[in-house]
């Protein structure tokens, strides 16, 4: 029997290929923001930013290795100045004591709005909601599964201040996880994000 995630990828696939093609097709722009934690920026309107990661996770113990490298692409296009959509598309490979497996991931959706924005001399404050959306577009019939056969919201809100010098982001994030494979739900989490710094030498 074919799993959720195999029967949708038979029409998500085209779709998110059309979707990454069409907002690749404005051409790559940038937007200020911390690395690991929501910010309040948004993507000019028709402004497209393109990124392509990659992470390795490993961990052993008790007998057993697991290895995981997954490769991302996600490509953010600004249909206003103050709202954008978005789409990150992984590719994963897994080892799980000696099983192994390599395909699509879960694909998510995202979307951001920023609803405030307050201009000082040489300073700015943003506030902004965002919203994304995880499918359950992995294969989670494999060994070790790619998808966690569960389709999960993550929602928050994320607010920061930047100047020449100084710079501060916050955000709260709640992720609400729902019954995957095999009758597994993670539970829901709630995350608090603080990010600082100062710049220690000035653009001209």
Excluded at 57 to 79: H, M, P, S
Aim: glycine share 14%; proline share 5%.
């Amino acid at each position: 029997m074919k799993s959720r995630a195999t029967n949708m990828n038979k029409w998500i696939g085209p779709c998110i290929l059309g979707l990454v093609a069409a907002l690749m097709v404005h051409g790559p722009a940038s937007a200020h923001g911390p690395l690991f934690s929501p910010a309040p920026e948004t993507i000019w309107k028709d402004g497209t930013e393109i990124t392509l990661g990659s992470h390795f996770d490993k961990a052993t113990g008790g007998g057993k290795k697991e290895r995981e490298v997954e490769t991302f692409l996600e490509v953010e296009y600004g249909l206003t100045a103050d709202w954008q959509i978005g789409i990150e598309v992984p590719y994963s490979w897994k080892e799980d004591d000696g099983a192994r497996s390599n395909g699509p991931g879960d694909v998510t959706l995202s979307t951001k709005v920023q609803f405030w924005q307050r201009d000082l001399p040489g300073a700015q404050y943003k506030g902004a909601a965002f919203l994304e959306v995880k499918l359950p577009t992995g294969n989670d019939d494999s060994d070790p599964r790619l998808g966690s056969g569960s389709t999960d919201l993550i929602m928050g809100l994320a607010t920061g201040y930047e100047s020449r010098r100084w710079y501060w982001f916050a955000s709260g994030v709640y992720r609400a996880n729902t019954e995957g494979s095999g009758n597994l739900e993670k539970g829901d989490r709630q995350f608090l994000n603080l990010v600082g710094g100062i710049r220690p030498v000035l653009s001209a």
